[in-house]
């Protein structure tokens, strides 16, 4: 089985590896994603030759998809909220539940 996970930038990467169909799982932490970028576009590189640049976690990313996601936020107040609920609300494969770190500190979990 194969997991994936990472944290803020490293998160996108993460959800961007999560398509693949081997991936079985992916966690996510305090991490949004590129809203309105397209996942890839040409620009001019150091040498000037034209260049392909691929952007991780885009909206697209979250159409692919196809595993559930553990999404470990800060809690209500942080500015990832909502993010996290475009994020739910754009993919198909989510089912969520919010537990934020306050959750967890007054139930003892």
Request: overall charge positive.
């Amino acid at each position: 089985m194969i997991a994936v996970s990472g944290q803020s930038c490293g998160a996108l990467e993460a959800l961007e590896a999560a398509a693949d169909p081997r991936v079985k799982t992916a966690i996510i932490f305090n991490s949004g994603i590129m809203r309105g970028m397209p996942p890839e576009f040409m620009m001019k590189g150091p040498d000037g030759k034209t260049v392909t640049v691929i952007v991780p976690g885009t909206e697209e990313t979250l159409k692919k998809l196809h595993t559930p996601v553990i999404y470990l936020i800060g809690g209500e107040k942080t500015s990832r909220i909502k993010t996290r609920k475009l994020i739910i609300s754009k993919s198909k494969a989510f089912r969520y539940s919010t537990l934020t770190w306050t959750t967890l500190a007054t139930t003892g979990r």
